[in-house]
Nanobody, 120 residues
Framework: QVQLVESGGGLVQAGGSLSLSCAASGSTSSILAIAWYRQAPGKQRELLAE???????IYTNSAKGRFTISRDGAKNTVYLHMNSLNPEDTARYYC??????????????WGQGTQVTVSS
């Protein structure tokens, strides 16, 4: 099993920056990828960025140009650096780990999320 703990959320003014952390523990050697998602009230959870153990990174349109995903392997931590925040970025931010199982399939684990609120 893998446990994920997000941190770094808070209240920021429009135009500001924030960096989120996702610390993984447990069977971290089985992690294939970690992704950041967010969910605003009344909306579906949306993917923002993903970083795979191979180093490949993807960004969705919501994150391109303003958000950067990175990792510190020694700390088993993945970060999401967010710039030029606007009130539409207000949401609860979650990280998700795709984990290889012993049966050859994959399983996903979620953290509890961290709240980001952007004031205008």
């Amino acid at each position: 099993q893998v446990q994920l703990v997000e941190s770094g959320g808070g209240l920021v003014q429009a135009g500001g920056s924030l960096s989120l952390s996702c610390a993984a523990s447990g069977s971290t050697s089985s992690i294939l990828a970690i992704a950041w998602y967010r969910q605003a009230p009344g909306k579906q959870r949306e993917l923002l960025a993903e970083i795979r153990t191979s180093g490949n990174i993807i960004y969705t349109n919501s994150a391109k140009g303003r958000f950067t995903i990175s990792r510190d392997g020694a700390k088993n931590t993945v970060y999401l650096h967010m710039n030029s925040l606007n009130p539409e970025d207000t949401a609860r931010y979650y990280c998700d780990a795709e984990v290889q199982t012993s049966f050859g399939s994959t399983q996903n684990y979620w953290g509890q999320g961290t709240q980001v609120t952007v004031s205008s």
